[in-house]
């Protein structure tokens, strides 16, 4: 991902706090960004109603591929959340990316 | 013929439901072969449900020592395993579906709607800084957004 330029930046509604301890435990030094309220989540659509934990709105999986211009070129909206993206698709779709 | 006779068909049969069950979670999840779809326990259930049938016929066959217990026993034994994989089917191919169609997400071609969120220093950090920011000296070329479901 470095090497093709990819900054990978993790989004959900879990607090700083949460994510901060989600990356020490994994070794995660990527960007994580909280989105408690879901307004982001909901900006792009992809809010999934009542999934949460305490049946609050969560992020339903999803991952997009944005050039420097701001535009994307390449979305994996799954069908099934078992289902993610690769890091090998997002390699592939970045190499269109100069 | 010996009465007494455990009733293995049964018994393996229970046992490797749970194995089925569980070693998707512990072990199959964590190969790309087997990952997005269970084959692998779903051909363990297969043999499964081929050992609890031999299981329930031997359990309710007339030479049981205890016939009423035995037939007890089966039925519990059977109808449990069943439940288990008929959740755990339910759970992969049913529930992990239940998704939101998301019709207003960006599509390729489209801008990517700006914002501004926490990061886990609590600095707020904006996409469009996200995309000049240099990583380590060298600017980025693309940012990859990856919204997932958290509590994890």
Same mark, same amino acid.
């Given at each position: 991902m470095?090497?093709?330029?990819?900054?990978?930046?993790a989004?959900?509604?879990?607090?700083?706090?949460?994510?901060?301890?989600?990356?020490?435990?994994?070794?995660?030094?990527?960007?994580?960004?909280?989105?408690?309220?879901?307004?982001?989540?909901?900006?792009?659509?992809?809010?999934?109603?009542?999934a949460?934990?305490?049946?609050?709105?969560?992020?339903?999986?999803?991952?997009?591929l944005?050039?420097?211009s701001?535009?994307v070129r390449?979305?994996?909206?799954?069908?099934?959340?078992?289902v993610?993206?690769?890091?090998?698709?997002?390699l592939?779709?970045?190499?269109?990316?100069? | 013929?010996?009465?007494?006779?455990?009733?293995?068909?049964?018994w393996?049969?229970?046992?490797?439901?749970l194995?089925?069950?569980?070693?998707f979670?512990?072990?199959?999840?964590?190969?790309?072969?087997?990952r997005?779809?269970?084959?692998?326990?779903?051909?363990?259930?297969?043999?499964?449900?081929?050992?609890?049938?031999?299981?329930?016929?031997?359990?309710?066959?007339?030479d049981?020592?205890?016939?009423?217990?035995?037939?007890?026993?089966? *039925?519990l034994?059977? #109808?449990f @395993?069943?439940?288990?994989?008929?959740?755990?089917?339910? !759970? /992969?191919?049913? +529930?992990?579906?239940?998704l939101?169609?998301?019709k207003?997400?960006?599509q390729v071609?489209?801008?990517?709607?700006?914002?501004?969120?926490?990061d886990?220093?609590?600095?707020?950090? *904006?996409?469009s800084? #996200?995309? @000049?920011?240099?990583?380590?000296?060298?600017?980025p070329? !693309? /940012?990859?957004? +990856?919204?997932?479901?958290?509590?994890?």
């Amino acid at each position: 991902m470095k090497e093709a330029g990819v900054r990978p930046v993790a989004i959900s509604i879990d607090s700083p706090e949460e994510s901060r301890n989600l990356a020490q435990g994994q070794g995660y030094t990527f960007t994580i960004l909280s989105d408690p309220n879901a307004e982001v989540i909901r900006r792009y659509d992809l809010v999934h109603a009542g999934a949460g934990e305490k049946g609050n709105d969560i992020a339903r999986p999803a991952e997009f591929l944005i050039d420097l211009s701001g535009t994307v070129r390449w979305v994996n909206l799954t069908e099934n959340y078992m289902v993610r993206a690769r890091p090998e698709q997002v390699l592939e779709a970045a190499k269109s990316i100069k | 013929m010996n009465v007494r006779r455990l009733n293995w068909p049964l018994w393996v049969g229970l046992l490797l439901t749970l194995g089925g069950a569980f070693s998707f979670l512990l072990i199959f999840v964590w190969i790309p072969a087997t990952r997005d779809f269970p084959w692998a326990n779903l051909l363990i259930f297969l043999i499964a449900v081929v050992l609890l049938v031999a299981g329930i016929r031997r359990g309710f066959a007339s030479d049981r020592k205890r016939p009423t217990a035995s037939k007890i026993v089966t *039925s519990l034994v059977a #109808l449990f @395993s069943f439940a288990v994989i008929a959740l755990f089917i339910f !759970s /992969v191919f049913v +529930v992990a579906r239940w998704l939101p169609p998301s019709k207003g997400a960006p599509q390729v071609g489209e801008k990517a709607p700006e914002f501004k969120l926490q990061d886990t220093t609590g600095r707020q950090v *904006s996409l469009s800084q #996200l995309l @000049s920011e240099p990583i380590n000296g060298t600017a980025p070329r !693309s /940012v990859l957004l +990856v919204f997932y479901r958290g509590y994890w």
